[in-house]
């Protein structure tokens, strides 16, 4: 099942959605904003999500937001943090707990994000990722060689994983 919603759906619809694989919820002018800084964490009632989109809504999805909806929807194998208020990253460390992770974007177009290599290097345990989208390097700290080091770290991991 596969639902992409850029309308003004209430938080508790969502989340009676219950057995939804896929979200996508995107909003792609600033100006409109359909959800609120704490909507987000009723989308932590679905657990059995494998892909989760939350692009562009800014203040609705923070650290806060970002580290519930890790810990409580465990199957996730692509998400798209994109253009979200991640403000310390602090949300590294519940997301590079998705082993099951393949796919992870922490763009940020206005970067208004604090990538840091150290925050980064939480997400070598990821031994499944195959896809890492962080925009620009060197606008939030990290360098190209930085970024090299994170996915030798990560190659490194799934080397192992075979040979185990």
């Known amino acids: 099942m596969w639902l992409d919603i850029d309308f003004g759906l209430g938080s508790a619809q ?23 800084a704490g909507d987000a964490l009723a989308l932590t009632a679905l657990t059995g999500l494998t892909s989760l989109c939350l692009r562009g809504l800014d203040a609705a999805v923070g ?20 253009d979200t208020s991640l403000d310390s990253m602090v949300c590294l460390a519940a997301i590079a707990k998705l082993t099951q ?31 890492l ?3 620009e390097v060197e606008a939030g700290g990290v360098t190209a060689q930085g970024l090299g080091q994170i996915w ?13």
């Not at 806060?64 to 798209?80: G, S, Y």
């Not at 974007?105 to 990538?115: A, I, K, M, N």
């Not at 990560?154 to 040979?163: A, I, S």
């Open 14 to 36: 969502i989340a009676g959605l219950s057995r939804l694989k896929d979200l996508t919820l995107t909003c792609e002018h600033h100006e409109h904003k359909w959800l609120e």
């Open 63 to 82: 650290d806060l937001e970002a580290t519930a909806l890790a810990c409580n929807v465990p199957q996730l194998r692509d998400l798209d943090l994109s």
């Open 101 to 131: 992770l393949t796919k992870l974007s922490l763009r940020d177009p206005y970067e208004r994000t604090t990538l840091s290599q150290r925050g980064l290097m939480l997400l070598t345990s990821l031994s499944r990722l195959q896809e």
């Open 133 to 135: 989208d962080v925009g």
């Open 152 to 164: 030798a770290a990560v190659r490194g991991q799934q080397r192992q994983q075979r040979v185990g």
